[in-house]
């Protein structure tokens, strides 16, 4: 069963880059240190945003059989984005008409590039602003979630990204990955210590030492730590997964109702702290529950395959609408769509058919990043 789990057992592909410089923005390239002291923050996903990306890597030797549905399920995304608002695909340039074909060109720019695989959220640049519209890129070295992957080429693409949006690179010590990020724009912040604070990306950081790193480069001033789950994802259960800023003072949190599932009683735990919790400026957290289907669609995605990742949470915001997933569970979509569409008012909420990424343990928000605008 292809996840993100296995490991990429061919030879490592070519790391050449061809035309990164060129995405056709507009924009002016420059790399240089980070300035910690120049008021850098993450905005909201929410905010205005110039474009979104995605990642058109996935491979035969990851995904085996489910490549095409995997190609297929991208393309979808894709053209939702690019409904809405510039879309830039990075693909590789054997399959740069295959990207075309699947995810369009209206509104869509291409860039060539050697990719490991689909993962946007985790190998991008997480851009960082300030008061004054400065941008920046931070790089958290991608080490493929603990080296459960081989991921040269997809460490590459921050600095790359970077280079070609004209942000100032920021290059952190700190190994981790876009997905374990959740911010509301005001300072604070949502993280699992499974993903963050574990030996297979931070062996020598100590709680205290990485919530000063997290805080300094994302431009917060309260993370409010979730445990998490370590070893039973490839991620480490990364909080997008989990819990998502609707804004400052409002989650949207995950609640697993599968007395079966591993998930049940962190889920539980996680509301726990969430209901108790205050934010950056002391608010009360205002809590709403989203949860997954108990009875999704049966098809050779998610049959036998206890990696299949059936949660509503993982969705992504862009100007005018949420791309959200359905799994074919009618009742479970329906109050899906109803929470988000009530939450995002002014937004379309588009529910697509991801079951193929959902297969290799990823979502929608998984295969995304954005630009901040």
Excluded at 25 to 38: M, T
Excluded at 176 to 197: A, C, F, K, L, Y
Excluded at 293 to 310: E, H, I, Q, V, Y
């Amino acid at each position: 069963m292809p996840t993100r789990r296995q490991f990429i057992k061919q030879t490592s592909l070519l790391a050449g880059v061809t035309a990164i410089s060129s995405l056709g923005l507009g924009f002016n390239s420059r790399s240089a240190l980070a300035n910690e002291q120049e008021g850098w923050f993450m905005p909201d996903e929410g905010e205005r945003q110039q474009r979104a990306f995605i990642a058109f890597g996935a491979q035969d030797a990851i995904w085996e059989d489910f490549t095409g549905d995997v190609q297929e399920a991208q393309g979808r995304i894709a053209r939702a984005i690019a409904a809405y608002q510039p879309l830039t695909v990075f693909c590789r340039e054997h399959e740069r008409d295959l990207a075309e074909e699947l995810c369009g060109s209206r509104n869509v720019s291409y860039v060539i590039t050697e990719l490991d695989d689909i993962w946007m959220r985790d190998i991008g640049a997480n851009f960082v602003t300030t008061d004054q519209g400065r941008l920046g890129a931070v790089d958290f070295n991608f080490n493929g979630w603990g080296n459960k992957q081989r991921h040269a080429n997809d460490a590459r693409l921050a600095r790359q990204m970077a280079t070609a949006a004209g942000a100032v690179y920021q290059r952190s010590e700190l190994v981790g990955e876009g997905g374990g990020i959740e911010v509301d724009g005001h300072g604070t912040g949502i993280m699992t210590e499974s993903s963050w604070i574990n030996r297979n990306r931070n062996p020598d950081w100590s709680k205290a030492e990485v919530e000063e790193e997290l805080k300094a480069r994302l431009g917060l001033r309260k993370i409010i730590w979730l445990p998490g789950i370590k070893g039973r994802d490839i991620t480490d259960a990364h909080v997008d997964f989990y819990a998502r800023f609707v804004e400052p003072g409002v989650v949207v949190a995950n609640l697993d109702n599968d007395p079966d599932s591993y998930d049940h009683a962190v889920t539980l735990k996680h509301l726990e702290i969430l209901r108790k919790a205050t934010d950056a400026d002391g608010r009360t957290l205002k809590v709403h529950t989203l949860s997954p289907p108990l009875n999704p669609r049966k098809s050779r995605f998610s049959r036998g395959n206890d990696d299949f990742a059936a949660g509503y949470i993982n969705y992504f915001v862009i100007n005018g609408a949420v791309i959200s997933p359905q799994f074919g569970d009618p009742q479970a979509d329906l109050k899906a769509l109803n929470l988000l569409t009530s939450l995002y008012p002014g937004r379309k909420v588009l529910q697509l058919d991801i079951d193929a990424i959902a297969a290799g343990g990823g979502g929608i928000h998984c295969v995304t990043h954005q630009l901040p605008g």
